[in-house]
């Protein structure tokens, strides 16, 4: 029951797309060998100059857009940040030190500055009111010592007095005392 199978003759359909590969390689190559690789040029005859060749300089401008770059790039950091309100110095300038490049400013700044001028302002008024308390304290304690002296001088001449007319029996010794003791609390009040 075995039937003997013969064999396909012929292209495969597996093998096509290496042979249309290989033909069109085949044809590419034969392009490159013998093709016209000739590149050419039409211009117009008015538009060409004919003259004799001399010997001298070229000039021929051609214009093209690029980006030149700097020698050296500095960066800069600022210590305070802050809008820029106008540019002093164009880009690539050569600069010395302390040229002034942008104009920056910075609200923030202004108002730390406004603020730390009113505290100053408040604490100087603080100072001057210490000031004027500690003047006008002086002024009293001036004033007791000189009501404190005048009181003493006017105890001592009442004990004198006193003094006097009990030696001459005509004040009580109560009155004699009380003179006493007022004269002895005035000078123990002085010296504190």
Do not use: C
């Not at 008015?46 to 700097?70: A, H």
């Amino acid at each position: 029951m075995d039937r003997i199978i013969e064999k396909k003759t012929g292209i495969k359909k597996k093998h096509i797309p290496m042979i249309a590969g290989g033909a069109f390689l085949a044809v590419m190559l034969l392009w490159l060998i013998f093709g016209n690789h000739v590149k050419r040029l039409n211009v117009e005859n008015n538009r060409v100059t004919i003259s004799t060749v001399t010997q001298g300089e070229f000039n021929d401008y051609i214009r093209v857009n690029g980006q030149v770059l700097p020698v050296s790039t500095i960066q800069i950091s600022a210590i305070e940040g802050g809008m820029v309100e106008e540019k002093l110095v164009e880009e690539g300038a050569n600069l010395k030190q302390g040229d002034v490049i942008v104009r920056l400013s910075n609200p923030m700044l202004s108002l730390n500055i406004l603020d730390s001028e009113a505290q100053l302002a408040e604490k100087e008024n603080f100072l001057r009111n210490t000031q004027i308390a500690m003047e006008q304290e002086l002024l009293n304690l001036r004033k007791e010592r000189l009501q404190l002296e005048l009181d003493v001088k006017r105890k001592l001449r009442n004990f004198e007095q006193q003094s006097f007319l009990f030696e001459e029996n005509l004040v009580s010794r109560e009155e004699y005392l009380r003179a006493k003791e007022d004269y002895e609390f005035a000078l123990d009040s002085r010296q504190l």
